[in-house]
């Protein structure tokens, strides 16, 4: 039942990208094609996990019993949200970054970072709703408020900006 929910996740979103793809076909298309491409990847990983929800939550319904499982989850969890707190650092401090050190490197990749920060909160948020013991719920609540945290600040930060409110 679970492989089954997200072949069909899989299938949802591979049908709205050729659907899309058929819709914007034509020469901005073809000049831009880069950034079509993103916007394909994106409009799939967005709707992928979108349409895996149900999917994910009969998983996690049948993995309920398996505390280790959840202990992995939450470490993970907060693993993930932590590259999230370090793309929010690189976001605020990138016009500081020296060119050619790792540091740029990450810099480079904050935009990426911060836009699947919304999937993953509400992914770690589903999954702080199954979670068993209060312990890992915890965990996974506070990965999910890391992430919300992330996007929201750059979101904000992106409308001060562009309204003349902030630099």
Known sequence: ???????????????AVSTFYAATDGPDRQASSGMY??????????????????A??????????????????????????????????AYFVRLSAIP??????????????????????????ISALFAPSSSSRIAIFVAAAMEALVFASVAIHFVLTNLGLAK
């Open 37 to 54: 491409s993103f916007a394909d990847g994106f409009l799939f990983l967005a709707l992928f996990g979108l349409a895996s929800i149900p």
């Open 56 to 89: 994910s939550c009969a998983a996690q319904y049948f993995l309920r019993k398996v505390q280790r499982f959840w202990s992995a989850l939450a470490f993970v969890a907060l693993s993930i949200a932590t590259t999230g707190l370090v793309a929010l650092y």
């Open 100 to 125: 050619d050190s790792v540091f740029y490197m990450v810099v480079t990749l904050w935009p990426i970072r911060v836009l699947i920060a919304p999937l993953l909160a509400v992914a770690f948020l």
């Open 1 to 15: 039942m679970v492989v089954a929910g997200y072949l069909l996740a899989i299938l949802v979103a591979c049908l």
